[in-house]
């Protein structure tokens, strides 16, 4: 349609009496355009009326053509009355004012081919652009996204027409810069433009403008330049607002940094500044990342105080924060409290408290909160039933599972990489390996096919299973499919061939890795040296260590820890020790494991005070003894005969709430019972009775 009517746009040689622009715009002529534009709008056949009602009033057309399309709303009709114009036989030619009034109404209405034409044509015409038709095609080109195109017009504007676009079109294009995330290239046009007017206030620039570049630098977590930035501009057509601090709280609580968060908080109260639900939100954000749930509990009362209204978002971050930070919620009363406060809970809010109910095994719970949401009517999403789907595989409950995938295709919500990703991962955590690939093969028919974590979960199922073969076509599979594999995903390979005993397979494939490029990654590297402490390779898993650090990756308490424990298991206590020190002068945090491994390896030596003392300094760095430690010292003091050492140990694991297993059992009723058939070989023996009263107790 209007491609076709600018295609027939011919240049007109007549020469130029009059300029549309220097038209005078007397009180009859308004009447009159504002008349034209209703019969454009009202009737079909418009063209003889307009002749006749502007032959009546001796205007010739061209000259009012510029004032007629400046009202106009409709792209499709403004052009066929640019043709109409065009074809009179009579009238001086339409100037750089008339295209640029077309121009502007083409840009408001988004019909980008009939606006290059345009200017294709006005460049044959050699006719300028005004300033606001070049601001409009400007505005237009970023707010839809077309960078590139929005870039050449302003480009055009400075170079050509020797034009810079007023400051409305250039904050359409910076904030369309700093959306499509070409960030440098925005700083490098924001500074250009404060370099256009170095010697005074810059018309170009405003706080507008500062705070799109602002929150560009903040997204790209380049805070402290953010921060520069506006202490740079301050006072030069920057006037300091809550806009500016919101951005940067926001930006240094992303960042974690909620130390300077809370400094700019103080510094926007002390400016006189009141902060807003924003700051309020960005700030309560960072505190519940941090876990400081006092600071949160003050700032919701210091917002109540005001008269502020607290968002179901910030409610729902606080809710999502306690989860992780590990209390013990209570939905109904987390949910009252919402609704008390004059909020309503929503979706997030139901999803938050299912999820979290899930992961703490919670079924029934979690499906009272699935029946309010339906009952409130709320939407229900894949985020509510993903957590359901996936604590039901878990649990083997698999018929359960298969309903809540149903559920989610009912409501029109059909499962994604994500749904089939928690209900594989469930399914291979039951140990129902053959099921979850089963599931995998149904899911690629439904058009979704797996990615590099589904993969890995299932690779990771057969290898534990000792079925590395099916582990190694779904390798083959993978790459089939142009799914790349990660890191996690090769390292879950090498494990396999580990657990398969086949130790050299498992070097190749490293060895591939490293020649192809590939980087493992502490996860790749980890996995190794495991393979390596295993098979009692002690020297090759040192050498991992030092590859590792000549390609700067870390040794995390995961690799120490191993190596500890294989130095243990070849009974080198001094070579375990010798690691431990390394790995505290790299300022690595021995855990629970490092410290169980070096207990082993006293109590194998016979060195129970050693082990004590290991135990002692595990403890002063807060760091509880788990069922194994406790067991390796309770069957460590029972094989000694030390009887009473191990009963002590076993009533601190009774009180401590760290629940036996089968192996530390075993170890006292055979420590009981060799103790007995050592006091019949010695009758001025007593015999220890405090254990059997303990394992009554406990059965109790």
Not at 449 to 468: E, Q, S, T, W
Request: hydrophobic residues 40%.
């Amino acid at each position: 349609m209007s491609r076709n009517l600018l295609s027939r746009i011919k240049a007109r040689h007549n020469p130029k009496h009059s300029s549309a622009r220097n038209f005078p715009f007397k009180p009859h002529i308004k009447r009159l355009v504002n008349e034209l534009c209703g019969i454009l709008r009202t009737r079909d056949q418009w063209e003889e009326t307009l002749e006749n009602r502007l032959s009546e009033e001796e205007v010739v057309a061209s000259d009012i053509a510029h004032l007629v399309l400046d009202r106009i709303r409709d792209a499709e009709l403004g052009l066929k009355f640019f043709d109409w114009v065009i074809a009179r036989p009579y009238g001086s030619s339409l100037d750089g004012c008339v295209y640029s009034s077309l121009l502007k109404l083409l840009a408001k209405s988004r019909v980008f081919p009939e606006i290059e034409a345009l200017l294709e044509r006005m460049k044959v015409e050699d006719e300028i652009p005004t300033r606001e038709a070049l601001d409009a095609v400007i505005q237009a080109y970023s707010d839809s996204g077309l960078l590139d195109k929005a870039l050449e017009i302003y480009g055009t504007a400075l170079a050509k027409y020797n034009t810079v676009p007023s400051v409305f079109a250039f904050n359409s294009l910076l904030n369309a810069l700093v959306k499509g995330g070409r960030i440098e290239f925005a700083r490098q046009m924001y500074d250009g433009m404060i370099e256009r007017d170095a010697g005074g206030d810059n018309p170009y620039i405003d706080n507008y403008s500062t705070g799109i570049m602002v929150r560009g630098l903040c997204e790209e977590g380049k805070i402290e330049e953010a921060e520069k930035l506006v202490e740079d501009r301050w006072g030069k057509g920057c006037m300091p607002n809550v806009v500016f601090y919101n951005t940067l709280i926001d930006g240094y609580c992303k960042k974690n940094n909620i130390e300077r968060a809370s400094e700019l908080f103080r510094e926007l109260k002390l400016k006189g500044f009141l902060p807003a639900v924003e700051t309020y939100g960005a700030i309560i954000n960072g505190f519940c990342k941090g876990g400081n749930f006092k600071a949160i509990d003050r700032l919701l009362d210091e917002m109540k105080a005001r008269g502020l209204k607290v968002t179901i978002q910030i409610y729902n971050n606080v809710i999502n924060a306690q989860y992780r930070h590990g209390f013990v919620m209570k939905p109904v009363a987390a949910i009252q409290k919402i609704i008390d406060s004059g909020c309503t809970p929503d979706i997030v809010t139901y999803n938050t408290l299912i999820y979290g109910s899930c992961q703490k095994e919670k079924v029934e719970e979690a499906e009272q909160l699935l029946e309010e949401a339906t009952r409130k009517g709320l939407m229900l999403n894949r985020f509510t039933y993903t957590p359901l789907l996936q604590v039901y595989s878990r649990q083997g409950k698999f018929i359960r599972a298969s309903e809540i995938l149903i559920k989610m295709t009912e409501i029109g919500d059909n499962p994604d990489v994500v749904t089939y990703g928690a209900l594989i991962h469930g399914l291979v955590a039951a140990g129902e390996v053959d099921t979850a690939l089963a599931v995998c093969d149904k899911m690629e028919e439904k058009g979704v096919l797996p990615d590099a974590g589904i993969y890995n979960v299932l690779m990771n199922g057969f290898c534990k299973k000792g079925r590395l073969p099916v582990a190694k076509q779904l390798l083959a599979k993978m790459l089939d499919q142009n799914v790349l594999p990660d890191a996690f995903v090769y390292a879950t390979l090498i494990d396999g061939y580990v657990r398969n005993g086949e130790l050299q397979e498992a070097e190749k494939l490293f060895a591939f890795l490293i020649e192809k490029g590939v980087d493992p990654g502490v996860v790749g590297y980890n996995t190794m040296i495991k393979g390596y402490c295993k098979f009692g390779k002690m020297k090759d898993a040192m050498l991992c260590v030092k590859r590792m650090l000549k390609n700067h990756i870390s040794p995390d308490e995961f690799t120490y820890s191993t190596i500890i424990d294989g130095y243990v298991k070849e009974h080198d206590l001094d070579g375990a020790l010798g690691v431990f020190n390394q790995m505290v002068k790299q300022k690595c945090k021995p855990n629970v494991v490092t410290y169980t491994s070096l207990i082993n390896g006293f109590c194998r030596k016979g060195d129970f005070r050693g082990a004590e003392n290991v135990l002692k300094e595990m403890q002063s760095h807060g760091l509880m003894p788990n069922v194994v430690t406790y067991t390796i010292l309770i069957g460590s003091f029972c094989k000694a005969g030390k009887l009473t050492k191990a009963s002590f140990f076993f009533e601190q694991m009774l009180m401590s709430k760290c629940n036996p297993n089968d192996a530390t059992f075993n170890y006292l009723v055979n420590g009981l019972s060799n103790s007995r058939k050592h006091l019949n070989s010695d009758q001025g023996s007593k015999p220890c009775e405090y254990i059997p009263s303990m394992l009554l107790n406990f059965s109790e």
